[in-house]
T-cell receptor, first 113, second 114 residues
Framework: DAGVTQSPTHLIKTRGQQVTLRCSPKSGHDTVSWYQQALGQGPQFIFQYYEEEERQRGNFPDRFSGHQFPNYSSELNVNALLLGDSALYLC???FGGGGTEAFFGQGTRLTVV | AQSVTQLGSHVSVSEGALVLLRCNYSSSVPPYLFWYVQYPNQGLQLLLKYTSAATLVKGINGFEAEFKKSETSFHLTKPSAHMSDAAEYFCAVSKNQAGTALIFGKGTTLSVSS
């Protein structure tokens, strides 16, 4: 049983560029949440997708956007990258709009230079 | 607004010693509280969670935590540390028992020496 998979594992981008991160949920899950974990900090909730719609959102600017596909996989897009966007981006999946325990992927390490 | 505070960014213990990682919460409603562990270059793994069914919660790998409303605390303990317990530990709070839109503390790094 494949768990939550994220791609790529590492990424280096230049300030001002745009980036897309991808997440495939655990088998049987239909809900995807994204978190940003800056170095030395705890993860911060970005948003959650269920039934292809953004259901909840944390305190992040509109530069952060997402999408969920019919197969429940999800993308996180960040526009106009800032140095401060450098972080580990974690994806978590669950079932039923978050009605079950969330399982986390290993994350994508984004470095903005 | 909900929040959690983890006291001590680093905790060092000897193998076989008691592990105590501290977490205090702030919530205007009954909280759902969680402890997660993160090993290097890995995602987060749920250790245990409090959902009001019992104040003493047992989790995986011998960890347990006690919910104390009077102290607004949810400290994580393990009677005897193993080398494999060395990792980053996060306390988190959520508005629901499934743990969506989690609010995390800053984390505590646990080091275990032989």
């Amino acid at each position: 049983d494949a768990g939550v998979t994220q791609s790529p594992t590492h990424l280096i981008k230049t300030r001002g560029q745009q980036v897309t991160l991808r997440c495939s949920p655990k088998s049987g899950h239909d809900t995807v949440s994204w978190y940003q974990q800056a170095l030395g900090q705890g993860p911060q909730f970005i948003f959650q997708y269920y039934e292809e719609e953004e259901r909840q959102r944390g305190n992040f600017p509109d530069r952060f956007s997402g999408h969920q596909f019919p197969n429940y996989s999800s993308e996180l897009n960040v526009n106009a990258l800032l140095l401060g966007d450098s972080a580990l981006y974690l994806c978590a999946s669950s079932f039923g709009g978050g009605g079950t325990e969330a399982f986390f992927g290993q994350g994508t390490r984004l470095t903005v230079v | 607004a909900q929040s959690v505070t983890q006291l001590g960014s680093h905790v060092s213990v000897s193998e076989g010693a008691l592990v105590l990682l501290r977490c205090n919460y702030s919530s205007s409603v009954p909280p759902y509280l969680f402890w997660y562990v993160q090993y290097p270059n890995q995602g987060l793994q749920l250790l245990l969670k409090y959902t009001s069914a019992a104040t003493l919660v047992k989790g995986i790998n011998g960890f347990e935590a006690e919910f104390k409303k009077s102290e607004t605390s949810f400290h994580l303990t393990k009677p005897s540390a193993h080398m494999s317990d060395a990792a980053e530990y996060f306390c988190a709070v959520s508005k629901n028992q499934a743990g969506t839109a989690l609010i995390f503390g800053k984390g505590t790094t646990l080091s275990v020496s032989s």
